[in-house]
């Protein structure tokens, strides 16, 4: 069984520029949730996806967007990129059928903003 | 809306010592209560994981507890070692599906 796997591992970017985080969920799972980690601070929730759709939402601008594919992977897009954009960003994926399960995390892609 | 809190946010303990981290949570309405373990730069780690209905869970020398109408849980850890030094993260899982984690405890055993 192959768990949560994410890419890159560390990205730098500059003001204003867009970047793509990518995760594979572990197998079986049918959902991903994303979660920023800003330094010496809990991971905060983005959004989640669950069967190609957007099931819930924290409190990030429109910039911040998703996909979720018919393989269940997952990207997250950052638009116009900002200095406090700079953190750990992780996804976890988890198999929901309407009820509420342990999510597994992958290791996390750290994103740097010059 | 959701707020853990950890308590302390930091401690530093001699090897062997037993010890406890403390996690509130401010609306009792979860699905379950998970206990993490992050290393410097690294992802999370799962280390417990308390169903609401539950009351405790232990792996090893690790001890979880769960008082879901007072808003509390503590992880235990016995007899400590230079390795478990890390950061602690207890996170709710909520009715909107995701998780609200605390701020941490970063832990340092020292040898």
């Known amino acids: 069984e192959t768990g949560v796997t994410q890419s890159p591992t560390h990205l730098i970017k500059t003001r204003g520029q867009q970047v793509t985080l990518r995760c594979s969920s572990q197998?079986?799972?049918?959902?991903v949730s994303w979660y920023q980690q800003a330094l010496g601070q809990g991971p905060q929730f983005i959004f989640q996806?669950?069967?190609?759709?957007?099931?819930g939402r924290g409190n990030f601008p429109p910039r911040f967007s998703g996909l979720q594919f018919p393989n269940y992977s997952s990207e997250l897009n950052v638009n116009a990129l900002e200095l406090d954009d700079s953190a750990l960003y992780l996804c976890?994926?988890?198999?929901?059928?309407?009820?509420?399960?342990?999510?597994?995390f992958g290791p996390g892609t750290r994103l740097t903003v010059l | 809306k959701q707020e853990v809190t950890q308590i302390p946010a930091a401690l530093s303990v001699p090897e062997g010592e037993n010890l406890v981290l403390n996690c509130s949570f401010t609306?009792?309405?979860?699905?379950?209560l998970q206990w993490f373990r992050q290393d410097p730069g690294k992802g999370l780690t799962s280390l417990l994981l308390i169903q609401s209905s539950q009351r405790e869970q232990t792996s090893g020398r690790l001890n979880a507890s769960l008082d879901k109408s007072s808003g509390r849980s503590t992880l235990y850890i016995a007899a400590s070692q230079p390795g478990d030094s890390a950061t602690y993260l207890c996170a709710v899982l909520t009715g909107a599906n995701n998780l609200f984690f605390g701020t941490g405890t970063r832990l340092t055993v020292i040898p």
């Open positions: 197998s079986g799972h049918n959902t």
């Open positions: 609306d009792s309405a979860i699905y379950n």
């Open positions: 976890a994926s988890s198999f929901s059928a309407g009820g509420h399960n342990e999510q597994f």
């Open positions: 996806y669950y069967r190609e759709e957007e099931n």
